[in-house]
C-alpha cells in the first residue's frame, strides 16, 4: 500500500508554454502533499506544501504565480509550471502524507522537466 | 531551524564489507528521522524512519539505522554490502508534530565495488 503516481514521468516543453504534473495517491487518502525540486546531484528543495482544500504554502524564494498547485481532492494535487523557461528545468518529486499516518512521506517517482 | 548534515558526499566500500553512511542532525524537541534511497532518475523511496521506542530501527534490504540522541546522530548501516546497493542516500529530519516539514541532507553517493 500507499503507492504514489506521477504524471508525466517525463515531459519535453517549449520555452513560453506551461507544464502540468499531476500527483496521485492510489491507494490511501492524502491530507497533505509536498512538492519539491531536484537539481542533478542535489538534495531535494521543498518548493510548497498543500492540503486539500486549501491553498498552497510556498517556501520563501518560490513564485506562486510561476508554480501553481491544486490539492483538488485527498488524492489528487498538481503542480503546473506557467511560461517554463529553461532555468525551469529539473526533477519534480511530490510526496504526500496519509491520513492517520502523519509522520511518514510517501514519494511519487518524480517527473523530469526540460524545457528548450 | 532545523537541518540535517551528511558529511560525506561518496563513501565506496567492497561487496560483502559493512557499510555507513553518516547523518547528523538538529531539530527543536523530539525527532522523526528518516533514511531514504534514490537511484537514476527515480523518486526517493523508503528506506526506514525512527518515530520513538527501539533505538536501533531495521528497514528494508537488510539496512539498519541506529538513533542517538546524546550524538543527534541516526547513521545508515548494513552489515554486507551488495553492489545492488550503490546509490544516492538521503537522511531527513522533521519534528514530531502534525505540521513538521521535512529537511533533507546534502546526500551521499554510496559506491559497492565487487
Known amino acids: 500500500g500507499a503507492v504514489v503516481s506521477q504524471h508525466p514521468s517525463r515531459v519535453i516543453c517549449k520555452s513560453g508554454t506551461s507544464v502540468k504534473i499531476e500527483c496521485r495517491s492510489l491507494d490511501f487518502q492524502a491530507t497533505t502533499m509536498f512538492w519539491y525540486r531536484q537539481f542533478p546531484k542535489q538534495s531535494l528543495m521543498l518548493m510548497a506544501t498543500?492540503?486539500?482544500?486549501?491553498?498552497?504554502?510556498?517556501e520563501q524564494g518560490v513564485e506562486k504565480d510561476k508554480f501553481l498547485i491544486n490539492h483538488a481532492s485527498l488524492t489528487l494535487s498538481t503542480l503546473t509550471v506557467t511560461s517554463a523557461h529553461p532555468e525551469d528545468s529539473s526533477f519534480y518529486i511530490c510526496?504526500?502524507?496519509?491520513?492517520?499516518?502523519?509522520?511518514?512521506?510517501?514519494f511519487g517517482p518524480g517527473t523530469r522537466l526540460l524545457v528548450l | 531551524a532545523q537541518s540535517v548534515a551528511q558529511p560525506e558526499d561518496q563513501v565506496n566500500v567492497a561487496e560483502g564489507n559493512p557499510l555507513t553512511v553518516k547523518c547528523t542532525y538538529s531539530v527543536s524537541g523530539n525527532p522523526y528521522l528518516f533514511w531514504y534511497v534514490q537511484y537514476p532518475n527515480r523518486g526517493l523511496q523508503f528506506l526506514l524512519k525512527y518515530i520513538t521506542g527501539d533505538n536501533l530501527v531495521k528497514g528494508s534490504y537488510g539496512f539498519e539505522a541506529e538513533f542517538n540522541k546524546s550524538q543527534t546522530s541516526f547513521h545508515l548501516k548494513k552489515p554486507s554490502a551488495l553492489v545492488s546497493d550503490s546509490a544516492l542516500y538521503f537522511c531527513a529530519v522533521r519534528p514530531n508534530t502534525n505540521a513538521g516539514k521535512s529537511t533533507f541532507g546534502d546526500g551521499t553517493t554510496l559506491t559497492v565495488k565487487p
Open positions: 510526496s504526500a502524507q496519509r491520513r492517520g499516518r502523519q509522520e511518514t512521506q510517501y
Open positions: 498543500s492540503n486539500e482544500g486549501s491553498k498552497a504554502t510556498y
